[in-house]
């Protein structure tokens, strides 16, 4: 059984670029979240996707948009990059329960995408 | 507001010494608590709960929990510590807003032979 997937491992951009990431959930699951991890810090939030919809979303820029596809399997997108956007950024994806809305359920997080600013 | 204090950076112990990494949370409501840890270069791999019940939750690899509500805590201990323990650990809670998650700094644990 597959867990979460991400994709690249390691991307170097330079600022003002765009960049897409993608994220495959774990299978049977079909809640996927996004988070930004800077260095040192724990993670942040970014946001939420379920049924396709961004169901929540964190203190993050429009800069930073997402997508879920049918497959439930998900993008971050960022625009305009800028030197503070670099960071791991993870993926997590949830157990579904009543509606994927419960609360008890763990999140189980992918190895990340590094994202190197210059 | 949701939030979540991990006081200390860095906790150091022998092996074969038991570990404390401590946490305590501040939630609107019951506290939905979660510890992760963290391996160079990987994502976080869930470690235990706790959502309801006794206050001492197990978790893998034999880690666990003592959630205190009076004293708004949810430290992670291991009764005797491996070198293989060493890593970044991150306390986290969910509040009231549906899935999100609030993260700790994390703590670096570092298991010396």
């Known amino acids: 059984d597959a867990g979460v997937t991400q994709s690249p491992t390691h991307l170097i951009k330079t600022r003002g670029q765009q960049v897409t990431l993608r994220c495959s959930p774990k299978?049977?699951?079909?809640?996927v979240s996004w988070y930004q991890q800077a260095l040192g810090q724990g993670p942040q939030f970014i946001f939420q996707?379920?049924?396709?919809?961004?169901?929540q979303r964190g203190n993050f820029p429009d800069r930073f948009s997402g997508h879920q596809f049918p497959n439930y399997s998900s993008e971050l997108n960022v625009n305009a990059l800028l030197l503070g956007d670099s960071a791991l950024y993870l993926c997590?994806?949830?157990?579904?329960?009543?509606?994927?809305?419960?609360?008890?359920?763990?999140?189980?997080f992918g190895p990340g995408t590094r994202l190197t600013v210059l | 507001a949701q939030s979540v204090a991990q006081p200390e950076d860095q906790v150091n112990v022998a092996e074969g010494n038991p570990l404390t990494v401590k946490c305590t949370y501040s939630?609107?409501?019951?506290?939905?608590l979660f510890w992760y840890v963290q391996y160079p270069n990987r994502g976080l791999q869930f470690l235990l709960k706790?959502?309801?019940?006794?206050?001492l939750v197990k978790g893998s690899y034999g880690f666990e929990a003592e959630f205190n509500k009076s004293q708004t805590s949810f430290h992670l201990k291991k009764p005797s510590a491996l070198v293989s323990d060493s890593a970044l650990y991150f306390c986290?809670?969910?509040?009231?807003?549906?899935?999100?998650?609030?993260f700790g700094r994390g703590t670096q644990l570092t298991v010396w032979p």
């Open positions: 706790y959502i309801t019940g006794d206050n």
């Open positions: 996707y379920y049924e396709e919809e961004e169901r």
């Open positions: 997590a994806s949830t157990t579904p329960g009543q509606g994927s809305n419960r609360r008890d359920n763990e999140q189980f």
């Open positions: 986290a809670v969910k509040g009231s807003t549906l899935g999100r998650l609030y």
């Open positions: 939630v609107s409501g019951n506290p939905y």
């Open positions: 299978s049977g699951h079909d809640t």
